[in-house]
């Protein structure tokens, strides 16, 4: 029994126990884009005119902070739901001492859906960066949030500076992509299917009304700092709109109008039938490629200087 | 907790420094300590149908002990037909109530009825089919007088749950399980590496062939109405050898984890696929099933309808076939692919062959030609079977199995099924169980090399393999049944 319990140490326990905290260790040093995000924020959030709060990968691929006339940054990550957008904002308002506008993205799904319900596996990236609280234990360790191969490639994108996003938070333009090219997509399967992972069977959720709550919480942070709240529902395609469930869409865009008809400091605007936009425009049914960011960022622009003026 | 979670590996060596360390005392305390382990691991599972496991198992040894105990024939026949007619109710009610009632309303429509029937939602316990076929076999084998019922009330709780074997089998005869839990089990050196080798296998065939296979299968199964025949044919070898990785990597972690508690339990899968008949092919695909069947259903039907001759072991193979389909589960699907392995053993019930196993891989380095192609056909034929164990409908199935059988056949397969490295890892699967198919498992390698080293460099690789090819969140396939 000593012989194999010593074997087992030497050979098992040891080694795997070291490389598992070597890995930790290295996910925890190395750059990506949620430490750059944090870091931009913690040097120069009193410059910040436009913030765009949230959103997800609709604003994280939507919206290029690069268009504004005012210093703009965009703070979004992939699947980041209300929540998040909250506590990040919370962080950070305090010393946002020149911010005038928040730019916040409400989906389809937006409403009704949280982190910790469906991309759990990403917590840690808000723990380990911008040390937000944890859900779970595993949730402070990026080693039991993602596979081994996702944490060994976070490394070495982290070890070449690789990270997903420009100096400004946005996406695209830090993609190699030629921007005349249009994807050769099934695009009404891909409507169906973006759609279906969006649907959602229970509408009067708790995550619903959590989510209000932290949608009112930014609202209500905005206004003791006098800033101006847009909330947006970005462009998508046909093939993704005429998949989606009238009642869920309609109560999310009830709510997103009362919420702005409630309060003096918020705006909605709903672009989700914009006809203005093209297939072109489109990198995939539900998300603009970087020819409609652009185009969709002009718009809202000029929108916020008009309404700002 | 599946066995390749983070928390079976806290789970594991707790229970293990337990049982060898503070129960070791006497077979008493380690008994009490498997059950209790087992129970936190079913509850952890689903804690819903616990209760349902313990009326089993307390229902079965007191009938067994009832019919032991009665002289009386006519009285003890209808004490076994009691806790027949319990355990099959149990299976009837959790798997197949809804189809039979679906399937009556059917035919009853077909007379010029008028019903409807909305299915009712009824949960599977988990695990429910193993360990009511096991107290099947034991009920069966009290009856007959082979086996005498144990008084031993831990071993036997301990039998029925065990937790390596709880939730997918293998399907264990009370006869090979407890003799070896009523003594005191001492730590054996030899028994334990082996079992963490079985461990290791079993984790890469599980985590590096099945789970990186399961979305390729899927997106060919999903999107079967647009796929070619040469990826249909792809999806349906891709199936198998996702099912047989996925199945024997969980029995062979089964097997390993027992081991280190000193307890051998079935090993499920020997070398399947290097078969060159059916007949061999199901007595090493899936053998504790295979073997109960042949036990408590072919052996006694064919003994009934022995003086058809062939004719009876016709009709005894179907009958077998048709049950091993229907255990699997409720659907028209699992019938026809229970069929059709009866009608592959028809040529050789006809020959009188069906006995005789063909030891054609034995003692070769490679297989001779016509043997290479006799395995090569039985796999592509198990390929084609298992589609209808893998498709929710009948029509689905003939509608996969004649796009196989198209002109786009002859076309090459959709780029998504080249993966180069899903190929090497099955390529690498296939041949060590080649070169170790006279042995238990694949990583059976006490003794083959000279130097330590080398075993430890083979285990290391493995390790980093699983470690970085592992997909979360893959069920085990075997689970749903």
């Known amino acids: 029994m000593k012989k194999f319990l010593i074997k087992s140490i030497l050979i098992i326990v040891i080694p795997i126990s070291f490389g598992a905290l070597f890995i930790e260790l290295a996910l925890r040093r190395v750059d990506n884009e949620y430490s750059y995000k944090n870091q931009w924020l913690t040097d120069n959030a009193s410059k910040l005119k436009i913030f765009i709060a949230g959103g997800g990968s609709y604003s994280y691929y939507g919206i290029?902070?690069?268009?504004?006339?005012?210093?703009t940054f965009n703070g979004a990550h992939v699947s980041q739901t209300l929540d998040y957008d909250y506590l990040i904002l919370d962080k950070f308002i305090d010393k946002m001492d020149s911010l005038e506008t928040v730019i916040l993205t409400i989906g389809y799904s937006s409403m009704f859906k949280q982190l910790?319900?469906?991309?759990?596996?990403?917590?840690?990236?808000?723990?380990?960066?911008?040390?937000?609280?944890?859900?779970?234990?595993?949730?402070?360790?990026?080693?039991?949030?993602?596979?081994?191969?996702?944490?060994?490639?976070?490394?070495?994108?982290?070890?070449?500076?690789?990270i997903s996003c420009d100096t400004n938070g946005f996406y695209w333009s830090k993609k190699n992509v030629d921007k005349n090219s249009h994807r050769n997509i099934d695009w009404i399967k891909n409507g169906l299917t973006r759609a279906s992972y969006h649907h959602v069977d229970e509408l009067n959720s708790q995550t619903y009304k959590e989510n209000s709550m932290y949608l009112n919480k930014i609202i209500d942070l905005c206004s003791i700092h006098g800033v101006f709240v847009v909330i947006l529902t970005s462009p998508t395609w046909s093939t993704y709109r005429d998949n989606l469930r009238s009642e869920q869409l309609n109560k999310m865009v009830v709510f997103c109008d009362s919420v702005a008809s409630n309060n003096n400091n918020v705006m909605y605007l709903n672009m989700i039938n914009d006809n203005r936009f093209t297939n072109d425009d489109f990198f995939d049914s539900d998300h603009l490629n970087i020819i409609g960011a652009n185009k969709f960022t002009k718009i809202l622009s000029d929108t916020i200087n008009r309404i700002q003026k | 907790m599946l066995f390749n979670s983070i928390e079976f590996a806290i789970f594991l060596p707790i229970v293990f420094l337990l049982y060898w360390f503070v129960f070791s005392k006497n077979g008493?305390?380690?008994?009490?300590?498997?059950?209790?382990?087992?129970?936190?691991?079913?509850?952890?599972?689903?804690?819903?149908?616990?209760?349902?496991?313990?009326?089993?198992?307390?229902?079965?040894?007191?009938?067994?002990?009832l019919i032991h105990k009665r002289e009386d024939g006519s009285v003890k026949r209808l004490l076994f037909y009691a806790g027949m007619a319990f355990n099959i109710g149990l299976l009837l009610y959790f798997k197949y109530f809804n189809w039979f009632i679906d399937g009556f309303v059917r035919l009853f429509n077909v007379f010029g009825g008028d019903m409807s029937f909305t299915p009712f939602h009824i949960l599977l316990p988990l695990g429910i089919s193993f360990f009511t076929f096991q107290l099947i076999g034991y009920l069966i084998d009290v009856y007959n007088e082979e086996v005498e019922p144990t008084s031993n009330i831990l071993a036997f709780a301990a039998y029925v749950t065990y937790f390596p074997k709880m939730l997918s089998g293998p399907i264990e005869r009370i006869q090979h399980f407890i003799p070896q839990i009523e003594r005191k089990r001492d730590f054996d050196y030899a028994f334990a590496v082996d079992g963490m080798r079985q461990i290791l296998w079993g984790l890469f065939k599980k985590v590096v062939v099945a789970n990186n296979l399961a979305p390729i299968v899927d997106r060919i199964f999903n999107e079967y109405q647009t796929m070619s025949g040469s990826t249909l044919l792809v999806g349906a070898i891709f199936y198998l050898i996702q099912l047989y990785a996925d199945f024997s990597g969980y029995s062979d972690m089964a097997c390993g984890v027992s081991k280190l508690f000193n307890i051998r339990i079935v090993n499920n899968f020997h070398f399947p696929f290097f078969s060159t008949n059916i007949s061999d092919f199901w007595k090493n695909w899936h053998i504790s099933l295979t073997t109960w069947m042949m036990d408590y259903v072919f052996t006694p039907l064919s003994f009934i309808l022995r003086d058809y001759k062939k004719l009876g072991l016709i009709i005894s193979i179907f009958a077998t076939f048709l049950l091993i389909g229907i255990w699997h589960g409720a659907n028209m699907t699992f019938i026809i692919f229970g069929l059709l392995q009866g009608i592959y053993f028809i040529p050789l019930i006809v020959k009188n062959k069906m006995n005789k196993s063909s030891d054609v891989v034995q003692g070769r380095f490679l297989p001779s030609f016509s043997d290479a192609v006799k395995m090569l056909w039985l796999f592509l034929l198990m390929s084609l079977t298992m589609v209808f164990g893998r498709v929710e409908s009948l029509e689905v199935g003939f509608t996969y199995i004649s796009g196989i059988a198209s002109m786009g056949l002859f076309t090459k397969p959709a780029y998504f099924v080249y993966r180069e490295y899903i190929i090497l890892f099955t390529m690498i699967m296939f041949i060590v169980e080649w070169f170790q198919r006279n042995k238990e498992h694949g990583l059976d390698i006490h003794g083959v090399f000279?130097?330590?080293?080398?075993?430890?460099?083979?285990?290391?690789?493995?390790?980093?393999?699983?470690?970085?090819?592992?997909s979360k969140d893959v069920q085990f396939i075997y689970l749903q049944f």
Do not use: M
């Open chain 1, 116 to 162: 910790k319900d469906v991309e759990s596996f990403r917590i840690s990236n808000y723990v380990d960066n911008y040390d937000l609280p944890a859900e779970t234990f595993t949730d402070n360790f990026g080693l039991f949030s993602f596979t081994f191969s996702q944490n060994i490639e976070k490394i070495r994108r982290g070890l070449t500076s690789d």
């Open chain 2, 28 to 65: 008493k305390l380690q008994n009490l300590l498997l059950i209790l382990a087992s129970v936190f691991f079913y509850c952890f599972a689903d804690a819903k149908f616990f209760l349902l496991l313990v009326a089993s198992a307390v229902f079965n040894y007191g009938f067994a002990w």
């Open chain 2, 450 to 470: 000279k130097y330590q080293i080398i075993n430890i460099g083979i285990y290391y690789i493995l390790l980093f393999f699983i470690l970085y090819f592992n």
């Open chain 1, 64 to 71: 290029n902070p690069e268009i504004f006339n005012r210093r």
